[in-house]
């Protein structure tokens, strides 16, 4: 079952504050726009114009309104810094850039560089020099790098997923380092961000991180024209901070120690102003919040916390797919105990059932998990500062489980309760609980998954012909919003219908929890059932799926008895019109589906309750009014006996087949996870 995460706005009764504004006005088309003025602006040795394209083809495959916006937005940058007529070539490009489909996003960057010899063509009838392919060259190789920088930081931005505030702080951050050339006495924007941004690097990832940042940085500022000794410091600044980022006052110390190491004395004006730009660039940095370094560290290779989800992202897709393996073992040893007597020949046959096995494996396995980013996010955003190793977010059948871990375990016990009161409320309209914890010393883990809204109360009867009933009864879970309550009848009575029944159902239940579909399944154990003997032995499949969360039933009925449903006054009656397992070599399987409220009751039996009355025509008539007549309803293990004994009691005493009676109704959940609750069954 998939299910969609909500989005989540939470404002105050006063209005939006002014984070809540920025955050609601971030990812406006107006502001992407103004990003792509900023980055068409921005020019390489005041020659080269590469930004602007590369933000363009960031946008192929979004819609149309969206993505007029930032093209429209990097023409009009190009414009303002050289002119209508010496802008002309690049409009060609970004032109090519928005027209062509984007059947392929892998393919950005050849589109690029064909914009490119486009835009080169056009420059060359403008200006017929040879410099123009020149530049085009240069333009491709650092549009296609800037490009494969710029779309998983957009997309990710875009859609929401882990950290995208902080990236798009970051991003914010790159384009007006690339836009903002001027400078005031010694005041250098550019200088104030890259140290800004190297302050923010040393503290959430260390040495490790600005050794990488710092260079970078460096050699940006190098090919934006900014002086050598600019470059210098930028380079002994990320070295000293990212060595000192343990101490408190490690930025302000690195960044002074870089500027002494740096720049030569005697001191001028200008060091004394870069002095005051290196300070107030980390005092910035430090004012920034830890835990938004926190979400951020997750994404970066090196960091603790990135080496603490990938860790708990491994842990739990193999824990995923041991359970996927461990549902097909018990298939095949379950295939291998039912063959072990079998002397038919059809051996191609048996093959035949094999390779659809297989072939059904394969399918099953292709999605493997599914992780969502995007909850993963709002969760450490809203937990940031509960100190939270990881939080992991896997899709199931019912909805979302989520894995989660504290560094030190909380004081009252109960933050995982939290947590499952946050998702209650966060996605769809599901409700969650805590399934398991792991509060020993030192850890705090737990995981959290769907709390259905119902339960499922479950009571039977059954009297046997022949000491031994060939009637079988099974009820399982498939996941925790989904019971199955099967029930099946052996041709015949005694042990051997009962074998037949029991294995029926013992292997229908294993293929259903491994992730087979219910025609698969069925289908397969048709041809077992052919294989397996030499005379005709048939049995009937009565299954029916119950939906925790909506009460919707699906029934899926192979020879069974028609089913009831009383509402109220009111029974509904479910008609089976397929043959039994096990006559012809194909069953066609098709479901039906009804819904079950709340007490209401579901009535399934087997054919030898319908054949008490044999001077009926239509045997279910008798049954549809004596459920009617029932004024109260009664609790399902005593509406099972009584109806058994009615049953008995109008055949003249006599039990001519085998019998069983199998009631259910939906009542109110519990608080904790209790997918069902089977009531003793009674027998005669």
Same mark, same amino acid.
Not at 491 to 499: E, Y
Not at 529 to 551: A, H, K, Q, S, Y
Not at 653 to 663: E, F, K, S, Y
């Given at each position: ?70 093209? $429209? ?45 486009? %835009? ?36 990710? /931005? ?41 302050? $923010? ?11 990488? $940042? ?44 870089? $500027? ?37 560290? =997750? ?11 990938? %860790? ?46 297989? %072939? ?173 003997? =030499? ?82 025509? =239509?045997?279910?008539?008798?049954? /549809? ?60």
């Amino acid at each position: 079952m998939s299910r969609t995460v909500s989005t989540f706005s939470r404002f105050n009764e006063n209005g939006l504050g002014l984070g809540q504004l920025a955050a609601r006005w971030a990812y406006a088309p107006p502001v992407w726009a103004f990003l792509g003025f900023l980055l068409g602006k921005s020019a390489i040795f005041g020659e080269v114009w590469p930004f602007g394209l590369a933000y363009a083809a960031v946008w192929r495959g979004e819609k149309r309104s969206r993505v007029i916006p930032p093209v $429209l937005g990097a023409a009009l940058g190009i414009t303002a810094a050289l002119g209508v007529r010496e802008a002309l070539p690049y409009y060609a490009a970004l032109a090519l850039i928005s027209l062509l489909p984007a059947k392929d996003s892998k393919r950005g960057s050849w589109v690029i560089c064909g914009s490119l010899v486009l %835009k080169a063509a056009v420059h060359f009838m403008l200006r017929a020099m040879p410099i123009v392919f020149i530049v085009a060259i240069t333009e491709c190789a650092f549009a296609v790098f800037t490009f494969n920088l710029l779309k998983p930081l957009v997309e990710r /931005c875009l859609q929401k997923q882990l950290a995208h505030e902080e990236l798009f702080g970051f991003f914010l951050a790159l384009t007006l380092i690339l836009s903002l050339s001027w400078s005031w006495g010694g005041f250098s924007p550019r200088l104030f961000l890259a140290c800004w941004l190297l302050a $923010l690097g040393a503290r959430h990832g260390g040495l490790g991180v600005s050794c990488i $940042l710092g260079p970078s940085l460096a050699l940006l500022l190098l090919l934006l024209g900014e002086p050598t000794a600019m470059v210098l410091l930028i380079v002994t600044a990320s070295l000293l901070t990212g060595f000192l980022h343990r101490f408190s006052w490690g930025s302000y110390a690195g960044m002074l120690l870089a $500027l002494v190491f740096s720049v030569p004395g005697p001191a001028e004006e200008i060091v004394l102003q870069w002095l005051l730009v290196l300070l107030a660039a980390a005092w910035l940095a430090n004012r920034v919040p830890r835990e938004r370094l926190d979400v951020l560290a =997750r994404l970066v290779p090196g960091t603790e916390p990135f080496v603490q989800q990938d %860790k708990a992202y491994d842990e739990h897709l193999k824990m995923v797919l041991d359970r996927k393996i461990d549902g097909y073992l018990t298939v095949f040893e379950e295939l291998e105990n039912t063959l072990e007597d079998s002397e038919n020949p059809l051996f191609r046959k048996q093959m035949q059932g094999m390779a659809e096995l297989l %072939k059904t494996m394969k399918t099953s396995f292709a999605p493997e998990a599914h992780f969502t980013r995007e909850l993963e996010d709002r969760l450490l955003s809203h937990f940031a500062g509960a100190d939270l190793a990881y939080i992991t977010a896997v899709q199931c059948l019912d909805g979302f489980d989520i894995y989660g871990a504290r560094r030190n375990p909380c004081s009252n016990r109960c933050f995982c309760q939290e947590v499952a009161s946050y998702c209650s409320g966060t996605i769809a309209s599901q409700r969650y609980a805590v399934v398991s914890t792991n509060c020993s010393t030192g850890t705090c883990g737990f995981q959290i998954s769907p709390c259905p809204a119902h339960r499922v109360e479950i009571g039977k009867a059954a009297v046997a012909s022949s000491g031994i009933s060939g009637d079988s009864q099974i009820t399982f879970e498939i996941s925790f919003s989904k019971v199955a309550i099967v029930l099946s009848d052996g041709m015949g009575v005694g042990p051997k219908a009962q074998t037949e029944s029991s294995m029926a159902l013992r292997l229908l239940e294993r293929m259903i929890k491994a992730g087979y579909d219910l025609s698969t399944a069925v289908g397969f154990i048709n041809r077992l059932l052919l294989l397996r003997n =030499r005379e005709e032995m048939f049995v009937t499949i009565d299954l029916v799926v119950v939906d925790l969360f909506t009460g919707q039933l699906e029934f899926v009925k192979v020879g069974a008895a028609p089913s009831f449903i009383k509402r109220g006054r009111e029974v509904e009656i479910v008609h089976n019109h397929t043959l039994p397992v096990g006559v012809l070599d194909q069953v066609e399987v098709e479901a039906d589906r009804r819904t079950l409220k709340e007490g209401e009751l579901l009535i399934m039996v087997t054919d030898g309750v319908l054949e008490a009355q044999r001077h009926l025509a =239509r045997k279910e008539e008798w049954m /549809c009014w004596y459920l009617r007549r029932l004024k109260e309803v009664e609790d399902p293990a005593s509406l099972a006996e009584t109806l058994l004994y009615d049953s008995i009691e109008r055949a003249g005493g006599r039990v001519d087949d085998d019998m069983m009676v199998v009631a259910a109704r939906l009542v109110p959940a519990q608080q904790e996870i209790e997918a069902y609750r089977r009531v003793q069954p009674s027998g005669l």
